[in-house]
Structure formats: C-alpha cells, structure tokens
C-alpha cells in the first residue's frame, strides 16, 4: 500500500509541475488594505488549529478584515476526522477522500481554488501535492509563503524563515503586511 502511495504522490507532483499556474489579476495589498484574506494550512493537531483560529480571530480584530477563510488538508479518512474540525463559514478543510488518484482536488475544493481572495498567506512548508494544487491553481490576487517551501515561484511575497518556524513566520507575515506599502 506504502508503495502505491508513493507512485500516486509521484504522479502528482509530475503533473502539478506540468501544469501552467492560473491566469490570475495580480495585485499587491496589505491587512489595511486587504477585504478577504485565505490561510491555507495542513491539519497536524489541535494545538496547530487552536493557532490557525487564533490568527483569524487577530485579523478580524486587528484590521476588521471581514472575510478571513481558513482551509486546511488533513491526510485522514472522513471517518476519522478530528472532533475539533468542522465545516464552519470561515474553517473548511479538505481530507485525502476529496481527491482523485492522482491527489488532484476535487469540485469542492476547487470552490476555494475560484474565490479571488486578495491575499492569500500558505502556512505551511510542505510539498503535500494536494496543497500545491490549491496554492498554485488559486485565483488570490497575492501569494505569500516561505521561500524554503517548495513550489515558492506560486508566491509573490516570501518570508526566509530557516529553519520554518510557524509561528515565527507568522509574526513575519504580520510585520510585513502590517506595515507595507503595496503598489
């Protein structure tokens, strides 16, 4: 099974290089400026929820960003999905079930791929194909992520953080966007 799976993550990875990122509308903004913002983030534990929550609750309270979306993957079946996730209006997630066999997304997700978020900030470091599908197919009119994490030419703001620190680069993320000016 282990070794299925590794064709499967192959297969992904060779497709998702091969396809062209999305024409989208470019354009840089800041948490002033910014109307809807989306965290993309791997589901690991509670813990990292209970952050990912927190930072939504802080750009709500902070900059009165009125849509903030966060939208996480969690490599678990439906059936065991952790008590503390749940379809809410600013939290979806998606689980390995919502892809097909080459770990493409599927029409739900590409729901979130459509929305044309002005910012979107990947919180996370990882080469998990399904995330790269979401962050290099999404219409955000900004990217931000961490220079170290692979598929970094999606992004139009990166962060050095090295080694990836997540809270660290979210502090950074709120430095930089905080302060900006974007033209």
């Not at 929820?49 to 993957?73: N, W």
């Not at 600013?90 to 739900?108: A, G, I, R, V």
């Not at 197919?137 to 900004?142: D, E, G, L, W």
């Not at 170290?148 to 809270?167: C, T, V």
Request: proline fraction near 3%; charged fraction near 30%; include cysteine.
């Amino acid at each position: 099974m282990r070794m299925l799976q590794k064709i499967k993550t192959s297969i992904g990875r060779f497709l998702l290089k091969r396809e062209a990122t999305t024409d989208r509308k470019r354009k840089g903004s800041n948490f002033n400026e910014a109307r809807s913002i989306a965290l993309v983030y791997l589901e690991s534990d509670e813990a990292h929820f209970k952050k990912i929550k927190s930072f939504v609750k802080f750009l709500h309270d902070e900059y009165g960003i009125r849509k903030v979306m966060a939208f996480g993957y969690g490599e678990f079946d439906k059936k065991d999905v952790p008590r503390w996730l749940t379809h809410k209006l600013e939290f979806d997630y998606f689980t390995k079930e919502d892809l097909s066999w080459n770990l493409k997304p599927s029409q739900h997700i590409l729901t979130f791929i459509e929305e044309p978020f002005d910012i979107l900030i990947d919180t996370t470091n990882s080469d998990k194909v399904p995330l790269g599908y979401v962050v290099s197919q999404s219409k955000a009119h900004m990217k931000v992520g961490c220079n170290s994490a692979p598929g970094k030419e999606n992004y139009d703001l990166m962060m050095n953080i090295d080694p990836f620190d997540f809270d660290k680069y979210l502090e950074q993320v709120n430095l930089y966007l905080s302060n900006m000016k974007i033209q």
